[in-house]
């Protein structure tokens, strides 16, 4: 792989040799590899094969994880967010230590893993939140909480150039990794002034199914607005929006 220079860039293929844009600028590489039906074939790819069945298995409960909270996701994610993610599931799924190379999966690997995963890298929410809080994933109730005590804005939350409000968000979610399904819910306090003035006690309680056998997750994050003539916008389009996993419950 070669990035382009020059005042033309080249889209397409000419020859053997593929131009293509990317985050990273304008690239060009040759084409070539090794035929699709040997690899599913041949017994020196099985590792290969293993592998692939894997990373796919990581792709897909990623996916899962990022639509079970997509209202939260709107107005908080990079845009590498789903190779990160899926680079993390990976890490689960190897920790899987009673199923077979190429069978390793979610459920039987370590998704707790996942606990401080930061879904935005612009703006995390370990350098944002400074607030301590309590997050509880309660199985037998269903009920996947968060609570802060009273605390001063502006001294524990490290808000981007502009803000004048924020809201905590958060999502409790229960995830059947197997059959690509879940149950979400979620909460959010009104926007908040960030100020000196204390706020009151905050908390959120979100339900999923009591005594539920799949895995459960806490999302936790903010938005930072700006007021202007009395109406409040998302600041900078949600850019530094934090969002994280502040509590994950395999089974």
Same mark, same amino acid.
């Given at each position: +792989? %070669?990035?382009? #220079? $020059?005042? @033309?860039?080249? /889209?397409?293929?000419?020859? *053997?040799?593929? !131009?293509?844009? =990317?985050?990273?600028?304008? +690239? %060009?590489?040759? #084409? $070539?590899? @090794?035929?699709? /039906?040997?690899?599913?074939? *041949?017994?020196? !790819?099985?590792? =290969? ?13 990623? /996916? ?188």
């Amino acid at each position: +792989m %070669a990035q382009q #220079k $020059g005042i @033309i860039k080249l /889209k397409g293929t000419i020859g *053997d040799i593929t !131009f293509y844009k =990317t985050k990273d600028g304008h +690239m %060009a590489r040759e #084409k $070539g590899g @090794i035929d699709a /039906k040997r690899i599913a074939n *041949d017994p020196a !790819f099985q590792r =290969t094969r293993e592998n692939g069945a894997e990373f796919g298995r990581a792709g897909k409960a990623g /996916k899962v994880l990022r639509t079970s909270i997509r209202s939260l996701l709107l107005n908080t994610a990079d845009s590498r967010m789903v190779s990160r993610l899926t680079q993390s599931m990976i890490k689960v799924i190897q920790a899987d230590s009673t199923s077979e190379r190429g069978m390793r999966n979610i459920i039987d690997g370590e998704a707790e893993l996942l606990i401080g995963f930061e879904f935005n890298i612009n703006g995390t929410l370990g350098t944002s939140l400074f607030a301590p809080y309590t997050a509880a994933i309660e199985r037998v109730s269903g009920a996947i909480t968060v609570d802060f005590a009273s605390f001063v804005p502006a001294n524990m939350i490290a808000a981007p150039a502009g803000t004048t409000h924020f809201k905590i968000i958060s999502a409790g979610t229960e995830i059947d990794f197997e059959a690509e399904t879940f149950i979400e819910s979620h909460s959010e306090t009104l926007p908040l002034p960030w100020d000196t003035q204390p706020t009151s006690a905050i908390s959120h309680i979100n339900m999923v199914t009591p005594n539920s056998g799949k895995p459960l997750f806490l999302a936790l994050g903010m938005e930072f607005y700006q007021e202007v003539n009395g109406k409040m916008y998302s600041l900078k389009n949600g850019t530094y929006n934090p969002l994280a996993l502040a509590a994950v419950n395999g089974i």
